[in-house]
C-alpha cells in the first residue's frame, strides 16, 4: 500500500476518533423547532487535533511520510471544514451532513479537501482511492455513496476527469 492510501486511511481513522470523541453542540432552537446537529469538525480546536495526531503516532507504527500526510490531511480537513460541509452538503441534497454515516462523512471530507483545497490532485484518482477506502471501512453501500456526491462535485465545480 503507498503512502497516500495509508496516510488517508490514518486520517480516517483520526477524523474518526476527533468526531467520536467531541461534545456535541447544544441543540438549537429555530422557532418551535429543536435542530440538533452533530459534532461538526469546526468545533475542534487545535490542541484536540495535535493530541489526536500525537496519540496516533504513538499507537500506530508507520513510516514519517505516512505520518506527514496523515497530518496534513487530518490538518487541512479541519482547517477547512466549514467549506468542505457547505461542498458535501451541496451534492448530498438529500442527505444532511449529520445524518450521513461517519465513515462515509469523513471519507467525503478527505476527498473534497484533496480535489479542492489541498495539493488538488486529479478528481478521478481522488474519488476512485475515496471509493476504495468507503469500500474497505464502510458499509455495502458506502462506495456507491461516496461515488455519487464525489462525482457530483467533480462535475458541478467543472474540475476535470469528473467521471
Given at each position: 500500500?503507498?503512502?497516500?492510501?495509508?496516510?488517508?486511511?490514518?486520517?480516517?481513522?483520526?477524523?474518526?476518533?476527533?468526531?467520536?470523541?467531541?461534545?456535541?453542540?447544544?441543540?438549537?432552537?429555530?422557532?418551535?423547532e429543536?435542530?440538533?446537529?452533530?459534532?461538526?469538525?469546526?468545533?475542534?480546536?487545535?490542541?484536540?487535533?495535535?493530541?489526536?495526531?500525537?496519540?496516533?503516532?504513538?499507537?500506530?507504527?508507520?513510516?514519517?511520510?505516512?505520518?506527514?500526510?496523515?497530518?496534513?490531511l487530518?490538518?487541512?480537513?479541519?482547517?477547512?471544514?466549514?467549506?468542505?460541509?457547505?461542498?458535501?452538503?451541496?451534492?448530498?441534497?438529500?442527505?444532511?451532513?449529520?445524518?450521513?454515516?461517519?465513515?462515509?462523512?469523513?471519507?467525503?471530507?478527505?476527498?473534497?479537501?484533496?480535489?479542492?483545497?489541498?495539493?488538488?490532485?486529479?478528481?478521478?484518482?481522488?474519488?476512485?482511492e475515496?471509493?476504495?477506502?468507503?469500500?474497505?471501512?464502510?458499509?455495502?453501500?458506502?462506495?456507491?455513496?461516496?461515488?455519487?456526491?464525489?462525482?457530483?462535485?467533480?462535475?458541478?465545480?467543472?474540475?476535470?476527469?469528473?467521471?
Amino acid at each position: 500500500m503507498g503512502v497516500r492510501r495509508r496516510g488517508r486511511e490514518c486520517a480516517l481513522q483520526v477524523l474518526y476518533q476527533l468526531e467520536a470523541s467531541a461534545d456535541p453542540p447544544p441543540p438549537e432552537a429555530v422557532g418551535d423547532e429543536v435542530i440538533r446537529r452533530g459534532p461538526m469538525l469546526a468545533d475542534v480546536d487545535g490542541a484536540r487535533v495535535d493530541d489526536a495526531l500525537d496519540m496516533f503516532v504513538e499507537n500506530f507504527e508507520s513510516p514519517d511520510k505516512v505520518h506527514r500526510h496523515t497530518t496534513e490531511l487530518v490538518k487541512g480537513v479541519v482547517g477547512n471544514s466549514t467549506a468542505i460541509g457547505a461542498l458535501i452538503q451541496a451534492h448530498s441534497p438529500s442527505w444532511r451532513l449529520d445524518r450521513m454515516a461517519m465513515v462515509d462523512r469523513n471519507v467525503l471530507r478527505l476527498a473534497v479537501y484533496e480535489m479542492c483545497f489541498g495539493e488538488k490532485l486529479a478528481p478521478q484518482i481522488v474519488i476512485d482511492e475515496a471509493i476504495e477506502v468507503a469500500r474497505r471501512y464502510g458499509s455495502d453501500r458506502s462506495a456507491a455513496f461516496v461515488n455519487g456526491v464525489l462525482d457530483s462535485l467533480a462535475k458541478a465545480e467543472g474540475l476535470v476527469g469528473a467521471s
